[in-house]
């Protein structure tokens, strides 16, 4: 009977619950950094992704363990060809070898769905970096082609917004001079092959190098007047809308009108040095909560209104190994532990290191009558592993209470 009422009041509770219904409103991207050594492991991160419906994931690498972790989830990810491989890949035959190690091995059970070809390279000082960046992201997807995964997987690469030598206004974006014979061949590839044009723009950076000069409601996403582009006569109320715009307008200058641009990496630190102005929770909160806000209602930017602003969020956790200054540590949403860096409203549920017993016959339970939920298996699992902790400690106490 005891177990008939507890079953009852989890399934109760899990459809009733309000943070149930915010955090499953809620669809973005997230970048999943791993230079630590404090990170829960993947299955677990799984279930705190799960638990917030974030179902695109952006990763630096294709390490196994996360995309086996995420094995029948709905989750799509992004995976990433580090620049230490490029002068590799663009080998025809070395470029298939990784697809089959990197990919095929895992597609049929994980989504993935976008592979990255470098990162900011061409805001680097590496030359010959530059130089096979182009080539190796043709032979990437030649290697798919082969195999037949080109339709699923599409290729691209991750660049700086360094990569404009104009941003403002938007409508006269343009690329810089001296990477036109890169950019070129890029715009071209993502036109023939329909992929999307990914930047890492960072609104913070232009607000620490010129606090006195850029508005720091403009870059927060916080009511002000905002500015217009004397051109279009369209008006920004934040940097980030207009830096995406001004790539839109570089992108056009080369002739092309086809090409959808993604931020790739967006975010705002929570700490950093003396000298970074504006690194404090307080920003970070504002930044990261405002643009979830914007994320929530599909809007699409000035000059596209109607095509949906696409984000990853920098960063799922705060990562100790990162080198730099401060900032680098303290991208993270959440600390390694799942508390919260800062509260944005997104309620998420780490497991415990080890299932109990209890848990365990909560699950027979729900495999043997066939419980339905609609929602994400991962969310589904965390959260009625936390409810069951919680309603076990209930009927614990009850049981001592009435004796």
Known sequence: METAILFRALLLLFTLSDSFGRICSLGIGINYGQIANNLPSPSRVASLLGSLNISRVKLYDSDPNVLTAFANSDVEFVIGLGNEDLEKMTDPVNAQTWIQQHVQPY??????????VGNEIL???????????????????????????????????????????????????????DLAEYMQRIVNFHSQTNSPFLINAYPFFAYKDNP??????????????????????LKYDNM?????????????????TNVQVKISETG???????????ATPQNARLYNSNLLSR????????????????????ALFNENQKPGPASERNYGLYYPDGTPVYDI?????LPRMAYSASWKNVRK??????????????YFTSYIHELTHLMLSLLSFSRNYLS
Not at 295 to 314: C, D, H, M, R
Not at 365 to 378: D, G, I, R, T
């Open 107 to 116: 597609i049929s059970q994980t989504k993935i769905t976008c592979i990255t």
């Open 295 to 314: 994320l929530q209602q599909n809007e699409g930017t000035p000059a596209k209104p109607s095509v949906p602003v696409e984000i990853y969020v920098f």
């Open 345 to 349: 409203g997104l309620q998420g549920f």
């Open 268 to 278: 705002w630190p929570s700490r950093g040095d003396s000298n970074e102005v504006g």
């Open 123 to 177: 805001t680097g000082n590496d030359t010959r970096l530059m130089s096979y960046l182009f080539p190796a992201m043709q032979t990437i997807y030649g290697a798919l082609s082969n195999l037949r995964l080109s339709r699923e997987v599409y290729v691209t690469t991750a660049h700086s917004i360094g990569i404009l030598s104009n941003s403002f206004p938007p409508s006269s974006g343009t690329f810089r001079p």
């Open 212 to 233: 006195g000069q850029v508005p720091l409601d403009y870059v927060l996403f916080q009511p002000n007047p905002g500015t217009m582009d004397p051109i279009t006569n």
């Open 240 to 256: 980030l809308y207009a830096q995406i715009d001004a790539v839109y307008s570089a992108i056009k200058a080369m002739g092309y």
């Open 365 to 378: 339970y729900l495999n043997l009558h066939k419980v339905f939920c609609p929602f994400s298996s991962a």
